[in-house]
């Protein structure tokens, strides 16, 4: 597409192309309609596992097409349409997950895991009937027992907890960094530990690899700091004006507007596709 700088345009869900659990901007749909008619391969970037509803968030947005790539578990995973079949890379092993829970102990958070199309959560919660309901998702309780996390190797572990209490957790996680694992912030209220050699970054150049499309002709969108290394890695990243101080600190450009003014499909029209 002329003038257009890129060949594939990648983005993170929530907080990037919509709130939580919400729809997209009327001028992020029109855009990205708009780059899929012209021939620009469109992707989700997202923290969330690569599962059925995922995919199902095309029919929930209301969009004429499939996406035609997908990065998963904040960079742990990979699909794409000439190549449907999930990657997994850099797996925890049931022994470090078992430590990790071990370690976290002490603030007694909800931990939680991804496992094929549901989850698996110590308990029930507030935070957890919140995520339930958003995302009407399966979630099965162990009612406190860590082993029933621990039975497979994992892209990551999820602890959720009051955002009140964001600084003492983050403070904590990441004091218990190693060559093994690393805490991080993905959401307000919610911290992973993954193998230290995940992030979208990461799976941004496996995409590229596997495509291969020059990840200087890739476009990213994103917003917190799990989006931060994407936006870095990507030929243009583009932080969202509601974004984290370090994601907006390896993005090339901030949006003017911020997610819930439909940030993405505005920065797109008013700078890439206005004469289009």
Not at 136 to 163: H, Q
Not at 221 to 229: R, S
Request: proline share 3%; with cysteine.
């Amino acid at each position: 597409m002329n003038g257009f700088p890129c060949r594939a345009v990648l983005a993170d869900i929530d907080g990037t192309l919509c709130l939580k659990g919400g729809q997209l901007g009327e001028q992020t749909k029109r855009a990205l309609e708009f780059l899929h008619e012209n021939g620009i391969l469109l992707g989700l970037a997202t923290g969330r596992a690569i599962n059925r509803r995922v995919f199902t968030m095309r029919d929930f947005w209301g969009l004429s097409f499939q996406f035609d790539v997908m990065i998963g578990m904040n960079g742990g995973q990979l699909w794409t349409a000439e190549d449907p079949k999930v990657k997994n890379f850099h797996l925890l092993s049931e022994d470090t997950m078992r430590e990790i829970l071990r370690k976290m102990r002490p603030l007694d958070l909800n931990a939680m895991i991804y496992e094929d199309e549901h989850m698996v959560a110590m308990r029930r919660d507030i935070f957890q009937e919140e995520s339930m309901k958003r995302n009407n998702t399966k979630v099965i309780f162990t009612n406190g027992e860590e082993e029933r996390l621990c039975i497979r190797p994992n892209n990551n572990i999820l602890f959720r907890y009051d955002p009140e209490r964001e600084d003492e957790v983050l403070s904590f996680a990441k004091t218990l960094a190693c060559d093994r694992y690393r805490a991080m912030r993905t959401a307000p209220g919610c911290v992973e530990f993954m193998d230290p050699h995940v992030d979208k970054g990461e799976g941004l150049r496996q995409y590229a690899s596997a495509s291969g499309i020059p990840i200087s002709e890739i476009m990213a969108f994103g917003d917190n700091d799990n989006d931060a290394e994407m936006l870095g890695a990507a030929g243009l990243g583009v932080c969202l004006k509601n974004g984290s101080a370090y994601s907006k600190q390896l993005a090339d450009v901030v949006t003017e507007y911020p997610c819930e003014e439909d940030g993405v499909g505005r920065y797109l029209y008013e700078h890439w596709l206005e004469n289009t």
